[in-house]
């Protein structure tokens, strides 16, 4: 069965008993791999474009970087400085925009601010990334830049404002990654289309916010707890079900969970096992081999995945939800795309279990300095807002002061019923328990975004190095964190 315009985005049917089983997609459009920048001055036009991502029928009107969806891929050597100049070309009546680097460690005024240091209708703004860490070349790594504008980080990034940046590895003595064509990033991100396949708007009749900053509450259409952007149709670098023709040997596969709000518990139709070498900040100390990989918004993995052996076999990457009751209950079903297996060919990938990740912070203060407790402030009149320490996000307060050169302690602690994904900026953290215990082995590297579930108490540690000034602490559900679930903090001389 072909792909049916009046289907379209719909990925569940009703099954014969009643449930809810997945529509295999026919994969009918090829991925596409954005276009590559290596340049240590890049330039990036934000503007609308027209952008295929249906198989069938007119493209689709986006906000892109550039002209694409995703924008271009970044590809730099850590330790290599590079500027990248953003210039603001949409509509007039998009706003501002503010572009932040996703797992990268630069300065305030350069980290796409929510509020400050906006890039106007028609201005530009420069971004510097010396893509060090303590006079240190950043470790490999898969980044993300997105927009970040304050109350609209939600919209902008439904419209397209997304794209991927690598920070490539230096010569690791012992391990070869597979390069080239084998090495495939793959920005996982969902969207709903009109029958003209045109974006939805889910933000039309937003919530609207009332009283004032650190009083405010949402009320309306997707208010808090109800507001979750979902959207019906999971799209792979742009494109809705796409297939890889992959020759059968070891491919590196970046996977990034761009959605605004869903979560993917990806599994292989064979049952395939990904072998997790990294985080997507890094190397993992060891890999792991694991059937199936959770991610949530701006979660990534860095995996292997070998084809050997599936030679004219078409093999689907898909999320599947774990088991009621256990973690990835919450992710949804659907098929995500294909990878058509052709002939062998040389693989001189090589792969040992122990690999050389980035150090970890040591020792860590046995004392934490600072909790933050994600919950939903309900209040009877006033509606409800999402909140960290029971407070809605307020750009114009300091929720916490880091000393610069100090190692600190975080815990989370997550007090409302549903699952919440922390992402910190500034630095990357390492994991010292999750519920009392060691982190599961994959998440042993370093990290910069955590699921946290109903209950749930996370601790993490690191140091705070080379720049003062504000970041944010939030979670990364879009909805939630344009609905007051983000924090302040700001590192002090
Ligand atoms: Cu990927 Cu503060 O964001
Ligand atoms: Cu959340």
Redesign the pocket.
Known sequence: CKFHPGMRGVLTVEGAGGGVAPERPTFDQPLVVPPTRRGAEIRLVMRRALVRTLPDGPRTSMWTYDGTYPGPTIRRRGGRGTRVTIVNRLPREAGSMSTHLHGDHHASQHDGQPTTYLIRPGASRTYDYPLTVDGRAEPGSFFWYHDHRMDRTARNNWRGLQGMFIVTDPPLSGVRLPTGDRDVPLMISERSFRADNQLTDPFADGPEMVGHHGQMAWVGPQAPPDDATVGDTVLVNGRYAPYLDVTATRHRLRLLNSSPFSSYNLTFSDGRPFLQVGTGSGLLPKAVVRTSVLLGPGQRADVVVDFGGATGQRVVLESVPAKPGTTGDDARETAVMEFRVGDRARDPSRLPSRLPSPALVSPVPSKVSKTWT?GLHDEEHHGSF?SINGKAFDPGRVDHRARLGTVERWRFRNTSDVT??VHIHAEQWRTLLRDGQAPPPWERGLEDTWRLEPGEEVEVAARFTDYTGPFMIH?H?LD?EDHG?MARFDVVP
């Open positions: 994600f999402w919440h994904y979670c559900m939630h679930m």
